[in-house]
């Protein structure tokens, strides 16, 4: 296990009465195991009250086991549950033919654009569909999820859950509640088209939610009594460059889509306030207004060093790997609490209209 980069439970704010907030969770595959660092600093602080989560794919996947963890032990009982499953995780993709070269080994890149079972399998997936290469639509990550988490437990848990999912038929994105949680839902949400059959549920097929929300907002902002949202973005927003190679631009691609529609949102969100505090009206007196003027949204973004990660690094199940993500992780994390501690519970530390200038101009 990777030595921790923090004091756990050290004080980063004066005021330690408890604020409860909401995290929003992207997916990005493997990349998720940063999540699960960030996750782990900020249950170090008995302060932080997580209300509900909305995640998306593999934020949605640390969403229910984060969940089911609490609901049986606690803080240390989350801890655990994400470091079981992340650790199962790595354990099946030992057997994975997807693995590393040994130039790459040697030389330190995570990614496996140079693996020949990869290569083999991106060629593949543009030619033939996961029905004919995957007719028994096996998913290892099924069993994992089923034997980390128990369901049930967590229709009685605190912590509200939406997990997001597109429906293949419509295009829209349905959200699962507690309740309605189990293994076809969070698989459903980590449903890659090209990867793997869509997920029927209640007779209609479902694709990855991140096609319709990555991770979906609204949720939380009406249905959690919390007014902070953290948000735990996995996927780079901008990058320096034109991409050129075809690997390049369709990562690029994929970046931008599902980016989308979490932009929507936040570009929703600006000008609903910007016209608030132009126009002078209460937000009291508009419809649905009042929840979203009130929102302070806090972000927490994957540092520069995982910029130069490629899109195959996402297949990379390797422990080294996956506990280099959570390392950097917990320390992303604990420089967000050194910095912006003090504005959780006071006010926004994420600038959405200095994100979204140069649509709103």
């Known amino acids: 296990m990777p030595p921790r980069l923090y004091s756990g ?10 604020i409860a907030i909401d995290l929003a969770l992207q997916g990005g595959g493997a990349h998720g195991a940063f999540t699960w660092g960030v996750i782990e600093r900020l249950l170090d602080e008995p302060w932080l009250d997580i209300s509900s989560i909305t995640g998306t794919s593999a934020g949605a996947m640390n969403a229910v086991v984060l969940a089911h963890g609490y609901t049986v032990d606690g803080r240390e009982g989350a801890k655990a549950a994400l470091e079981a499953f992340w650790a199962q995780v790595s354990e099946v993709a030992r057997f994975s033919p997807f693995q590393r070269s040994a130039f790459d080994v040697m030389t330190g890149n995570w990614s496996l654009d140079h693996s020949p079972a990869y290569l ?7 030619l033939f569909s996961p029905y004919e290469v995957n007719p028994a639509n096996i998913n290892p990550l099924r069993d994992i999820l089923e034997e980390s988490v128990d369901f049930e437990v967590l229709k009685r848990c605190e912590i509200k859950l939406f997990i997001n999912a597109t429906n293949v038929r419509t295009g829209l994105p349905r959200v699962f509640r507690n309740s309605d949680l189990n293994a076809d839902v969070v698989l459903a949400s980590a449903c890659l088209p090209m990867m793997h059959q869509a997920i029927e549920i209640e007779g209609d097929p479902y694709w990855d939610g991140g096609f319709s929300g990555n991770p979906l907002l609204t949720p939380v902002v009406r249905e959690s009594a919390a007014c902070d949202v953290l948000l735990v973005q996995v996927n780079p927003v901008e990058r320096a460059g034109v991409p050129k190679t075809a690997r390049e631009i369709l990562n690029r691609i994929n970046e931008i889509s599902f980016n989308s529609s979490l932009k929507k949102e936040l570009r929703a969100m600006a000008i609903l306030q910007r016209m608030l505090s132009e126009s002078g009206v209460a937000p009291e007196e508009i419809p649905f207004a009042k929840e979203w003027s009130s929102i302070r949204l806090h972000r927490i973004v994957t540092p520069p060093s995982m910029m130069e990660l490629s899109a195959s690094s996402k297949m ?10 959570r390392q950097e992780g917990q320390r992303t994390a604990q420089e967000f609490l050194v ?5 959780i519970g006071t006010r926004a530390s994420f600038d959405i209209e200095s994100l979204l200038d140069t649509v709103l101009q």
Do not use: I, K, Y
């Not at 439970?9 to 408890?18: I, L, S, V």
């Not at 990379?316 to 993500?325: A, D, K, Q, T, V």
């Open 9 to 18: 439970g050290r004080a980063t704010r004066a005021d330690q009465n408890p």
């Open 120 to 126: 083999f399998f991106d060629l593949m997936s543009r």
């Open 316 to 325: 990379n199940g390797e422990w080294e790997f996956l506990s280099m993500l």
């Open 339 to 343: 910095n912006h501690a003090e504005d």
